[in-house]
């Protein structure tokens, strides 16, 4: 069993930035891939990013690419995501997966094992 829990979501103006982390506790962290997913009100929940087990090559939306960076540090077992240039579209709960998909999958929230509770992201105009 993992346990994942998200921090560093708030309300921010649009151009502005955030950081948001992902702590893991319990299990092999550093076997599983792990991903942001993203949902606003009355919507689905949308993928953001995701990083491989060995930290290698990170992979993004096409909406967030060149603005958010994902990272992990497995010695620290945290995952994070910078948010720049922050648009008021990027509002919603983000939350931090991890799983076992391959690389096809990363972007399939059913592929992922373990969710955190979620933070949220208010970006005003």
């Known amino acids: 069993q993992v346990q994942l829990v998200e921090s560093g979501g708030g309300l921010v103006q649009e151009g502005e930035s955030l950081r948001l982390s992902c702590s893991a506790s319990g299990g092999t962290f550093s076997s599983y891939v792990v991903a942001w997913f993203r949902q606003a009100p009355g919507k689905e929940r949308e993928y953001v990013a995701a990083?491989?087990?060995?930290?290698?090559?990170?992979y993004y939306a096409d909406s967030v690419k060149g603005r958010f960076t994902v990272a992990r540090d497995n010695a620290k077992t945290t995952v994070s995501l910078q948010m720049n240039s922050l648009k008021r579209e990027d509002t919603a709960v983000y939350s931090c997966a991890a799983g076992r998909p391959i690389l096809s999958a990363y972007s399939d929230p059913g592929m992922y094992y373990y969710w955190g509770q979620g933070t949220q992201v208010t970006v005003s105009s």
């Open positions: 990083v491989s087990w060995s930290g290698g090559r990170p």
